[in-house]
């Protein structure tokens, strides 16, 4: 029963056609798929696929999960670690921690997230700023806008550091009440709120402490992005740079989908969403920013060896339920360019 099961996924997954149109063709996915296995094999010449699963998967339950319940993220419930031991599955349909799998990669290849030249948490600082303006549009204060479209957006974020600084997210106004959106008829945890996660939780201060850490490390990356014209960068060079800045390509591949998250998750898309834009188009879609998470999130799940589990997850909500063909061409792109990685690292002759 479980070999039809997997052979019915793997049916679903991999040989799923495309419903739009794709940019990243099948020869560069190719070659990018070898230049970040090679990346790999190079820093980690000893290590099997099946040691990088179990390695960060161990990460992700030690040192990632404790927090990570403070963002409710609607993901599904933890199973008991032995029926996890059993099925190799934490979560049905999937444990919450696992949307922080990008955070595992960059404890995996720099367990202190040491940066080698200082430099202010501005990416909080966009967070920051993003979810304020974005309150005052919603309140009536300030016109529809849009950051990406803003020349002194640096200046602005500049200015906006003393709200973020020591790795913490000022939330509260002059008089101590939460900023928030305000609405007659509402329901306040409906509402958008300038905090990110329940204030009320017993992890709410771990929470932001661990999520300002992860937002600093990843800010030579996003100040990079900033600098770049619309829809110039390639995920070749994106890729190339993070190597750059960060030295490994396990932090590489974790800073990249953490740094899109925060540009399409805890911001206003239509409103704030910056840096996504930098980025060349995978395949045709409005939702760019969303678009550029999925492809670099799912990746790093494919390349753990998650690409069934997450795949089907993808073809059932996204495909069948949702009918969003744009997510799921992106899903679908990502997961069969992450089993060009895995294939890649096995041989790399392939590459040749």
């Not at 296995?37 to 990088?52: G, I, N, R, V």
């Not at 760019?288 to 589990?309: A, D, E, M, S, V």
């Amino acid at each position: 029963m479980k070999k039809i099961v997997c052979s019915l996924l793997v049916m679903l997954v991999s040989s799923s056609s495309f419903a739009t149109d794709i940019y990243f063709s099948k020869e560069r996915m190719g070659r990018f798929a070898c230049q970040v296995a090679s990346s790999l094999k190079t820093a980690y010449p000893d290590k099997t696929l099946h040691d990088f699963r179990k390695e960060i998967l161990g990460v992700l339950r030690e040192e990632v999960n404790p927090w990570v319940d403070a963002y409710p993220i609607p993901a599904g419930f933890s199973l008991p670690k032995y029926v996890e031991k059993l099925t190799g599955f934490p979560g049905f349909p999937m444990d919450r921690s696992e949307y922080y799998l990008q955070n595992a990669f960059i404890l995996y290849g720099n367990p202190k997230m040491e940066l080698k030249e200082p430099v202010e948490n501005y990416f909080a600082s966009f967070i920051h700023l993003a979810r304020s303006r974005h309150i005052s549009y919603l309140n009536g204060e300030e016109k529809r806008f849009k950051l990406r479209e803003e020349k002194n957006l640096l200046e602005q974020l500049e200015a906006h550091l003393p709200y973020v600084e020591n790795d913490t997210f000022s939330y509260r106004d002059e008089n101590g009440l939460p900023i928030m959106q305000r609405k007659e008829g509402v329901k306040e945890k409906n509402l958008y709120k300038l905090t990110v996660g329940l204030t009320d939780h017993p992890k709410y201060e771990q929470f932001i402490h661990e999520s300002q850490r992860y937002n600093h490390f990843s800010t030579p990356l996003f100040l990079w992005l900033l600098k770049q014209d619309n829809f110039s960068v390639s995920p070749e060079k994106l890729f190339n740079k993070a190597l750059e800045i960060y030295g490994n390509p396990m932090v590489a591949l974790g800073v990249i989908p953490w740094i899109f998250s925060g540009d399409a998750l805890t911001v206003d898309r239509g409103t704030s969403s910056v840096v996504s834009y930098k980025m060349e188009r995978l395949v045709e879609g409005d939702d760019i920013p969303g678009l550029q998470y999925h492809f670099w999130g799912y990746l790093t799940q494919g390349i753990i060896g998650n690409k069934l589990r997450v795949g089907a997850l993808a073809f059932i909500y996204e495909k069948l339920y949702q009918n969003d063909i744009q997510d799921w061409s992106v899903d679908a792109l990502s997961l069969k360019t992450s089993t060009k990685v895995r294939s890649a690292f096995k041989d790399l002759g392939k590459c040749q």
